[in-house]
């Protein structure tokens, strides 16, 4: 049974916080694993880590009935998504590394229920500036709230179909990508249109009509560009013009891109992409040239999250029960198992 | 004289000598008088000069050392001293130098190295240069006097003959001090630390043991280094623990290399040619001492732009970033993974285990995957796997010497001399052709013998072999492309004597007949170089002067000449008119004419010479009439006419008898190979003047009317 559980084992989403050593996993089974990464912290001369490195998870925490879809950290907070609800979770509290932990606060989507059931957040994005967090929904639709009040502040509204992922671009932008094959850049000071809309599969180099023309990822860095995919490749844009940069890996015609992000925010020094064919991901300059070529043991990899606060750490996970985990961005350093034991 | 004197003299006067470098003064002390003690005595005597005055540290005139050799050499072949003597004269002095003079100094023992290796010098002091060598070697530093080392290597080798033992990695010894160390921390693996440190590798499993704690996953650093201990001492990947342990190690490093991707110096942005400033550091890839040790360094095709060499690995853990993005680096560890690979499979005698399947086709794969990772390695990397996949390849040609027990490698013995019986060696041939193929060079070798040649194809040396030598080839008869004077210049001749011919008409005025005629005189006749005292005024004057000697001087021509006078009467009595032959026209075009054509020319009105010959071919009826009438005649009459008309007896019988006996049959065809034959000259007036002559004339006129 146990082997079949792992063999099922899906992590949809992770959030680092070097600050206080953690790393999360929200997995399918809507638990979040949480890891005790402090000793990978602890460099040596050389960046490795000499420290007897985590095996499994420390705990798991019950979050939701419903799978983990999307989970971004705040400086105080680790956010949660899942099917109908954020949950906010207080690093200190899953610092105790206790399984009983509850969650800070929650806020419920008020969604049109009789159309869509409840939805599901398939996406969080945290803006600093502004303190508001931005949830990708099911309905459509990408919700921005305040975090401070949990009140919803702004709906923005254009997408045909789910919303894959929201991702912030300084105070006021936001960047939104669906089902529907549309990438929308908003103001979210005039929520109502969005300011332009780029759609991948119109572009030549990187459509794929094989694949559909779906957006399942999209991340935003220095405030002027912009990398998305999904069914057409993951491609470079250029956030004021919309203009197509470069195109990235993977390049085959029948790999639909899982991950397309920046693994900076403040600037776009190098991207991550990944496949669902095992290719493993690859770490690219912002022209396109793979620097790396990491393998990981997901085949199917569904995150991947970098941080630089204290040191590089870069985790990837997916399909299967491992989660790898690179000391800096050029080789795999070992993975951990997503089973407790 | 005693021993002591003896002593004293030569000390006395070897400065001396070894200033003139005579050794005159030492030969007349010791007065042929040589016994193995006096010889001892002078080499005490040199020996003991050079130490005490020679060799006096920073001051020491290296130039007198080596006149001091010298002069030994000279001693040693007069037989005044043994022969071991200038070797000792120059271990001795390097046993008191300094390394730079050292250094110095080894380039007399380098320049001389022919001395050395005569045979008076070389067997007895072949033992002391080996010693010495060795001995200057443990005084160096391999890092910092690396360049001496070699000079002294190459030396070695050069001195020694190539299948020399003594400088052979016999039993395929690893050199175990060559340790890599490398930072670990004290709360580490115990595994990797004490294995890279001198303890050996049973007390390191020990200590694991004894701590009982799970092994641990060490980072990339460690792992990456503890590579460096399997390629210091490869048999340790015999042993369970160590093997599992290399495995899992190079699987790491393999990976790290596979998936941190380098860009090669011409990509990205370095489109204009900029060179990459990628650090370089390291180091070269001596960890395996033995027969493995292979210089890839000089393989590399950048490796002009970085001729760089380290005699240790930096294992500073803040380079490894540096190191990974190092292509050369990567190349280094790649290719000493091949080397270990190489090894692990070989056979090698000296080696007591063997790998399992399983870890044998590890092995393969692993050989595979690291190939890959080379060609994947800018720049250059599919050259540079090529090399390296020749040069591992060489490993066992040298395995195999090294294996058979290094026999004396000799040139490859000469082929059999061609054999001298024709017989006998065509018995060989077949013999060998029922074997296996033979060499190209013993089937030249024969071939030569037999003063055949050997093309590239049966045909072409059938043809080459028609005449094998070419130059009587050329002195056959019929390459004989030069006419005889009496062909050539008969036309020539016989215009000139049938002075009716317009001068300037004639053939000598033909400038083409000129040249060729001079060339032919030059070749064939004295005349042409009789001094003559007129002067030559021009070619056609001087042709016919020289027409006329020949004309006297060739039998050929002049009966020819004589015929053809004769002809020309007749012809001129039967026309009865004032005849004018121009019998051959001036003109080859002309020649070749056909009849008809000239008949064509006859209608036309000859503007210059209206007195021209009508000539008038025989028409197919003519011939007719003519065979009928001979046949009727009866007799052997129309046999004489064919005899005439230049045709022999014996194929005139031949038609005769194919044409069964028909004597119109016969005629008709003789006649036709006569008019194909003769052409112009076939004319009606001929056969008249022919028929004529053999008192058939009435036949003529019955027949041309």
């Known amino acids: ?341 | 004289m005693s021993h002591d004197n003896i002593y004293y003299s030569i000390l006395e006067k070897l400065p001396g000598c070894t200033l003139s470098g005579d050794i005159g003064p030492l030969a007349s002390i010791l007065e042929g008088k040589i016994s193995e003690p006096i010889k001892v005595c002078v080499e005490t005597a040199v020996r003991f000069y050079v130490m005490e005055n020679l060799c006096v540290g920073h001051s020491t005139d290296l130039g007198k050392i080596t006149a001091v050799c010298q002069l030994t050499c000279e001693l040693a072949r007069q037989e005044l001293c043994l022969p071991t003597l200038p070797m000792l004269v120059i271990s001795d002095a390097f046993d008191s130098l300094t390394v730079q003079q050292c250094e110095k100094l080894f380039s007399f023992v380098e320049a001389n190295v022919s001395i050395w290796k005569e045979p008076l010098f070389f067997a007895p002091s072949k033992n002391q240069v080996l010693r010495m060598c060795n001995d200057v070697l443990r005084r160096l530093s391999r890092s910092q006097n690396t360049i001496f080392c070699g000079r002294i290597l190459l030396f070695l080798a050069r001195f020694f003959p190539f299948s020399e033992r003594s400088g052979l990695n016999l039993i395929s010894e690893f050199n175990l001090e060559n340790v890599t160390t490398y930072s670990a921390n004290e709360n580490d693996d115990a595994m990797d630390v004490s294995e890279v440190k001198e303890d050996s590798v049973s007390e390191a499993k020990e200590e694991k043991k004894d701590e009982s704690k799970p092994a641990l996953d060490p980072t990339l650093y460690s792992k990456f280094w503890a590579l460096q201990d399997f390629f210091r001492n490869p048999i340790q990947c015999y042993q369970k623990e160590p093997w599992r342990l290399f495995t899992s190690y190079t699987a790491d490093v393999l990976e790290a290399f596979s998936s941190f991707k380098l860009e090669s110096e011409g990509r990205g942005g370095a489109e204009d040619g900029k060179v990459s400033s990628a650090p370089r550091f390291y180091n070269d890839v001596t960890q395996l001492s033995s027969d493995a040790d292979t210089t890839i360094i000089d393989s590399l095709p950048d490796v002009k732009k970085i001729d760089q060499y380290f005699a240790k690995f930096l294992t500073n853990k803040r380079l490894l970033e540096l190191q990974f993005s190092d292509s050369n680096f990567r190349r280094y560890v790649l290719v000493q993974l091949l080397i270990l690979c190489h090894y692990l499979t070989a056979a090698i005698k000296f080696k007591q285990e063997s790998l399992g399947e399983g870890e044998t086709a590890w092995v393969r794969a692993t050989e595979e995957k690291v190939f890959g990772l080379l060609m994947e390695t800018p720049p250059d990397g599919e050259e540079f796997a090529e090399i390296i996949k020749k040069i591992l390849k060489r490993e066992d040609f040298w395995n195999d010497w090294k294996n058979s027990g290094c026999p004396e490698i000799k040139e490859p013995a000469p082929a059999p001399p061609a054999n001298v019986h024709g017989v006998k060696n065509e018995d060989d041939s077949k013999q060998l052709k029922k074997g296996k193929k033979r060499k190209l060079g013993d089937l030249i070798r024969e071939a030569e013998a037999r003063k055949k040649f050997i093309m590239a194809n049966p045909e072409m040396t059938r043809l080459w072999n028609l005449c094998p030598d070419n130059i009587a080839a050329t002195r056959q008869k019929k390459r004989d492309f030069i006419p005889s004077l009496e062909d050539y210049f008969i036309k020539a001749v016989e215009q000139i004597h049938c002075e009716e011919e317009p001068v300037t008409e004639r053939l000598v005025y033909d400038s083409d007949f000129g040249w060729r005629g001079l060339r032919l005189l030059a070749c064939r006749s004295p005349h042409f170089f009789t001094q003559s005292t007129a002067p030559i005024a021009t070619l056609p004057e001087y042709l016919t002067t020289m027409i006329k000697k020949l004309a006297k001087d060739i039998p050929g021509i002049s009966s020819k000449l004589q015929q053809f006078q004769e002809k020309l009467e007749s012809q001129q009595k039967k026309k009865q008119e004032k005849s004018q032959v121009q019998a051959e026209n001036v003109k080859p075009k002309e020649e070749e004419k056909i009849p008809e054509e000239s008949e064509n020319c006859e209608e036309e009105p000859n503007d210059d010479e209206n007195d021209r010959v009508e000539l008038h071919p025989i028409t197919d009826e003519e011939r007719l009439a003519l065979a009928t009438k001979l046949a009727a005649l009866g007799g052997d009459k129309w046999r004489l006419l064919l005899t005439k008309l230049g045709f022999q007896d014996d194929e005139v019988q031949y038609i005769f008898d194919k044409k069964k006996s028909k004597v119109q049959d016969t005629v008709l065809h003789f006649l036709q190979l006569w008019v194909e034959n003769e052409a112009e000259e076939a004319n009606k007036e001929t056969i008249v003047y022919t028929l004529g002559g053999l008192k058939m004339q009435d036949v003529a006129e019955s027949v041309f009317h």
Request: hydrophobic letters at 40%; charged letters at 15%.
């Open chain 1, 1 to 341: 049974m146990e082997i079949i559980r792992s063999l099922y084992s899906t992590v949809y989403c992770q959030a680092h916080s070097q600050a206080n050593g953690l790393l999360l996993a929200g997995n399918n089974e809507g638990k979040i694993l949480v890891y005790n990464i402090e000793c990978l912290l602890e460099r040596e001369e050389g960046g490795g880590v000499s420290g007897e490195r985590p095996e499994g998870p420390s705990v798991a925490v019950n979050a939701s009935l419903h799978p983990v879809y999307s989970m971004v950290s705040s400086p105080a907070f680790a956010i949660t998504g899942s099917s109908g609800s954020l949950a906010g979770w207080r690093w200190s509290d899953l610092k105790e590394l206790d399984e009983a932990v509850s969650p800070a606060w929650t806020i419920a989507l008020q969604g049109d229920q009789s159309n869509f059931g409840t939805p599901e957040i398939n996406g969080l994005s945290y803006n600093a500036e502004s303190n508001l967090i931005w949830a990708a929904c099911g309905d459509w639709k990408a919700r921005g709230y305040d975090m401070e009040t949990g009140r919803l502040i702004s709906t923005l509204d254009a997408h045909k179909d789910y919303v894959h992922q929201v991702a912030v671009s300084g105070s006021s932008g936001v960047v939104s990508c669906g089902e529907d094959g549309a990438v929308l850049v908003w103001d979210c000071r005039a929520p109502r249109v969005p300011v332009m809309t780029i759609v991948p599969s119109q572009q030549t180099s990187l459509a794929r009509p094989n694949l559909g023309k779906f957006v399942r990822c999209v991340d935003t860095a220095g405030g002027e560009w912009l990398v998305c995919g999904g069914g057409p490749s993951a491609g470079v844009f250029h956030l004021r013009s919309g203009g197509l940069v470069a195109t990235l890996p993977p390049s085959d015609a029948l790999t639909p891109v899982t991950v397309a992000q920046f693994t900076r925010q403040d600037q776009a020094s190098s991207i991550v992409t990944a496949g669902c064919d095992g290719g493993g991901v690859s770490v690219c300059s912002l022209s396109g040239q793979v620097t790396a070529q990491l393998p990981a043991v997901a085949r199917c990899v569904y995150s991947v999250a970098a941080s630089f606060d204290k040191h590089t750490l870069m985790s990837v996970a997916g399909t299967g029960s491992r989660i790898d985990i690179c000391l800096n961005l050029s080789y795999r350093d070992h993975s951990l198992s997503t089973v407790l034991d």
